[in-house]
């Protein structure tokens, strides 16, 4: 499974991309404001910090506003822009239209099947069923993602799937076990999934014993 991260804040990015284990990243108007820094700023330099798609969202509601924002995002870097679109009826026809022009999109806000189906159908590069907030609602967000990944398995669509709204590293464990494309993870939860208490307590010994060995 491909590793995102769902951050905006270019500290974190870089931080991760030194891991050596990013494939790309998302990014919404929400994580954009939390950085404090105008839109296009927080986009330039993550394109500059990663090697692999950088999804940005889309705000208007119509779609040419959609298609033109998207334009507009691509001609930082046509190859890693991919522009976020909501999934709506006017951001069917903007994925639609974005596809024609060779720019990528990611479905953003998918919840259900049908979403996703419509979304794959017009062309999205990707979709991203957010698996915690359905969570919230007491629907199990981890079913979704089972069924989509079967649905694009089973017909052979293109489109690859998006674990997103990850809240806990056990979210990133049942994607893997769905066979879904990528997971967009958050930087805390990416710090989670790099521990485990025997690997903390195995280096200690090992430093405990290393540091008995007679100098010569
Ligand atoms: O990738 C989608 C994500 O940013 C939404 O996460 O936690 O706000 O539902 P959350």
């Given at each position: 499974?491909?590793?995102?991260?769902?951050?905006?804040?270019?500290?974190?990015?870089?931080?991760?991309?030194?891991?050596?284990?990013?494939?790309?990243?998302?990014?919404?108007?929400?994580?954009?404001?939390?950085?404090?820094?105008?839109?296009?700023?927080?986009?330039?330099?993550?394109?500059a910090?990663?090697?692999?798609?950088?999804?940005?969202?889309?705000?208007?509601?119509?779609?040419?506003?959609?298609?033109?924002?998207?334009?507009?995002?691509?001609?930082l870097?046509?190859?890693?822009?991919?522009?976020?679109?909501?999934?709506t009826?006017?951001?069917?026809?903007?994925?639609?239209?974005?596809?024609?022009?060779?720019i990528?999109?990611?479905?953003?806000?998918?919840?259900?099947?049908?979403?996703?189906?419509?979304?794959?159908?017009?062309?999205?590069?990707?979709?991203?069923?957010?698996?915690?907030?359905?969570?919230?609602?007491?629907?199990?967000?981890?079913?979704?993602?089972?069924?989509?990944?079967?649905?694009?398995?089973?017909?052979?669509?293109?489109?690859?799937?998006?674990?997103?709204?990850?809240?806990?590293?056990?979210?990133?464990?049942e994607?893997?076990?769905?066979?879904?494309?990528?997971?967009?993870?958050?930087?805390?939860?990416?710090?989670?999934?790099?521990?485990?208490?025997?690997?903390?307590?195995?280096?200690?010994?090992?430093?405990?014993?290393?540091?008995?060995?007679?100098?010569?």
């Open positions: 499974m491909k590793i995102f991260i769902d951050s905006a804040d270019i500290k974190e990015i870089r931080e991760v991309a030194g891991w050596g284990i990013l494939d790309g990243v998302t990014t919404n108007p929400s994580l954009v404001c939390k950085t404090g820094r105008p839109f296009k700023e927080c986009v330039q330099d993550i394109l910090a990663v090697n692999g798609p950088v999804s940005v969202e889309a705000v208007s509601t119509d779609s040419s506003g959609m298609i033109k924002e998207g334009e507009d995002w691509a001609k870097d046509p190859d890693k822009v991919t522009v976020k679109i909501p999934m009826v006017e951001g069917l026809k903007a994925v639609c239209g974005l596809t024609e022009r060779s990528k999109t990611n479905v953003t806000l998918v919840f259900s099947m049908n979403q996703a189906l419509l979304a794959s159908r017009a062309g999205a590069t990707f979709i991203s069923p957010f698996v915690g907030r359905l969570d919230d609602i007491s629907q199990d967000g981890m079913d979704l993602i089972h069924d989509i990944v079967g649905m694009i398995d089973d017909y052979g669509f293109d489109t690859e799937v998006i674990s997103a709204s990850i809240r806990h590293p056990l979210h990133v464990i994607s893997i076990r769905a066979g879904c494309h990528i997971a967009t993870i958050p930087y805390d939860i990416l710090l989670k999934m790099t521990k485990h208490p025997l690997t903390d307590a195995g280096i200690k010994k090992f430093y405990e014993d290393y540091q008995k060995i007679p100098r010569t």
